[in-house]
Nanobody, 120 residues
Framework: VQLQASGGGLVQTGGSLRLSCAATVRTFRSGAMGWFRQAPGKEREFVAAINYSGARTYYADVVKGRFTISRESAENTVYLQMNSLKPEDTAVYYC??????????????WGQGTLVTVSS
C-alpha cells in the first residue's frame, strides 16, 4: 500500500480531527500531496494540497482558515488538521500523490479513504 489514510471518525460541530496519510518513502518524495473528499451523492472535491518541499499550500475556499495541510518528512506522512468542523464537512477523505494543484486528475496515486462524520 503506497498511501494509507487514517484518523477519520465522528465529531460534533465545532470539533477537530487530524487526518494522517502515511506514504512509502518513494511516494512521499515523488512530489505533491493532496487531500480530496467525497460526500454521498456528490462529486469528488478538492480540499487541500502541499507541494514537494512543503513551502506551498493551497486550500479550497470552503476550508480555508479552518484546515491546515502539512507534511512531515521524517515520518513520510501528510497531515490534515481540521478545526471548526461543520456538518457539511462530512465525507470520505482521500489522500493522493501527484502534481501540485486542485485537479484530481493531476494525482496518480490514491489512498483508500477515511470517513469523517460531523454531527449537528
Amino acid at each position: 500500500v503506497q498511501l494509507q489514510a487514517s484518523g477519520g471518525g465522528l465529531v460534533q460541530t465545532g470539533g477537530s480531527l487530524r487526518l494522517s496519510c502515511a506514504a512509502t518513502v518513494r511516494t512521499f518524495r515523488s512530489g505533491a500531496m493532496g487531500w480530496f473528499r467525497q460526500a454521498p451523492g456528490k462529486e469528488r472535491e478538492f480540499v487541500a494540497a502541499i507541494n514537494y518541499s512543503g513551502a506551498r499550500t493551497y486550500y479550497a475556499d470552503v476550508v480555508k482558515g479552518r484546515f491546515t495541510i502539512s507534511r512531515e518528512s521524517a515520518e513520510n506522512t501528510v497531515y490534515l488538521q481540521m478545526n471548526s468542523l461543520k456538518p457539511e464537512d462530512t465525507a470520505v477523505y482521500y489522500c493522493a500523490a501527484g502534481h501540485y494543484g486542485s485537479n484530481w486528475r493531476s494525482y496518480d496515486l490514491w489512498g483508500q479513504g477515511t470517513l469523517v462524520t460531523v454531527s449537528s
